[in-house]
């Protein structure tokens, strides 16, 4: 069936470090992908997405593409903050209409 | 534009107990809604989704229930609470034609 397979956490890293979180994903046709977020306490805000091969999807200096080739679309930052401090996780939203998440992964930021 | 309200925010029950959650959409008509449930291993599980008013689907045999009463209003029970039932909820909402799903801010539920 559909998957998604993120990084397993926490991952901790120091402000202005650089950020990559691995998404790799297994599904029929062309999935529409997204990357959400998770603050502490909160529920799941939508960070990026991408819906066709070679989309890059960005918001709030992070970045994911879309890479059919090799089933990913792992996420990206240049520059870390420590109010990037959050879950994150990796969904698809396959043929049949249904998200299906990674299991998510903690980043943590120190100062 | 839209938005999305859960009530209660934290809750917390004694095993045995009932349980109604309440999640409202507003902004949009005909949505699909859904419902989550995070464990504390942070993984979210579909536990139901629904396309219309009375249109209910069970993703995983379980003691809770849902109902859609109303266009934009999803409700999840529970007539006697399991300890493992504690969790955050999460209800969603999709629009047709749209293929994003967003997230209401969520119940911690605690079963005592």
Known sequence: GDSVTQMEGPVTLSEEAFLTINCTYTATGYPSLFWYVQYPGEGLQLLLKATKADDKGSNKGFEATYRKETTSFHLEKGSVQVSDSAVYFCALRNQGGKLIFGQGTELSVKP | ?112
Do not use: M
């Open chain 2, 1 to 112: 534009s839209q938005t999305i309200h859960q009530w209660p925010a934290t809750l917390v029950q004694p095993v045995g107990s009932p349980l109604s959650l309440e999640c409202t959409v507003e902004g949009t008509s005909n949505p699909n809604l859904y419902w989550y449930r995070q464990a504390a291993g942070r993984g979210l599980q579909l536990l139901f989704y629904s396309i219309g008013i009375d249109q209910i689907s069970s993703e995983v045999p379980q003691n809770l229930s849902a109902s859609r009463p109303q266009d934009r209003q999803f409700i999840l029970s529970s007539k006697k609470l399991l300890l493992s039932d504690s969790g955050f909820y999460l209800c969603a909402w999709l629009t047709s034609g749209v293929d994003t799903q967003y997230f209401g801010p969520g119940t911690r539920l605690t079963v005592l």
